[in-house]
């Protein structure tokens, strides 16, 4: 089954009725223009948690009249950002999703259903460009190598490492997460592997962010990107699992 669906259509899933509560992080950096379509789009009855990283936009401002939870995280780095909302959420599940408009948070729906049902421990999305400057090729380039390395190191049949993703909250803080830089999403599915947890990726159509890229809009942050991943896969096993995790 996959996630993919038209831009701008909400995700149905035929899956068991969701009955988790449900916390969505957003990492928020100077997102103001992409703000009100990102919240619009959070499905009822679950949690925004925009995590503000330093904005000198009013991100934090607009975040908090349009309904959401806005967490100030001081230190810089997309890490950072991602585990001060982990920390600040509450819910049975917690999901992650860019806040630039790239991706739809209403795509996070089928998400939680697996988790939910019990079928998968991390739901991961596999972003599928809509439009040619969806994604750089720089960027493409990086996340293939890493994704290839990734295979290796823990045997997950992965695609993407998209920052697109649904577990349980209690396991993932479980993990003991350490990375406040660019492979904090990487150390997440390691650690994950290497606790033998069953990953599942969905197909989610990825568009053009709205303003400019923090992390690998340019070749320089791709770059950086990948040394901070590679140094993540280059760690060892922080768990006694022998078996890695399996992907379905």
Known sequence: MSALAPY????????????LTVDVVLPCLDEAAALPWVLERIPAAWR??????G?????????????????HEPKRGFGAACHAGLLAAEA?????????????????VPFVARVAAGTADLVLGRRRPRTPGSWPVHAR????????MLRRRTGLRLHDLGPMRAARRAELL????????SGYPLEMVVRAADAG??????????LPRTGKSKVTGTWRGTWQTVHDMRGVLAAPSTTSTTGAGSVR
């Open 8 to 19: 701008g259509e909400t995700v149905t899933d035929s899956l068991p009725t969701i009955s």
């Open 48 to 53: 925004a948690i925009v995590v503000d990283n």
């Open 55 to 71: 904005s000198t936009d009013g991100s934090p401002r607009i975040a908090h009249a349009l309904g959401a939870t806005v967490v």
């Open 92 to 108: 049975d599940v917690v999901c992650f999703c860019d806040c630039d408009a790239s991706l739809d948070p209403a795509l996070l």
């Open 141 to 148: 380039a990086g996340n293939l190598a890493l994704t290839r």
């Open 174 to 181: 479980g993990l003991g997460l350490t990375d406040r830089r």
């Open 197 to 206: 947890w069953r990953v599942h990726e969905m197909d989610v159509p990825y």
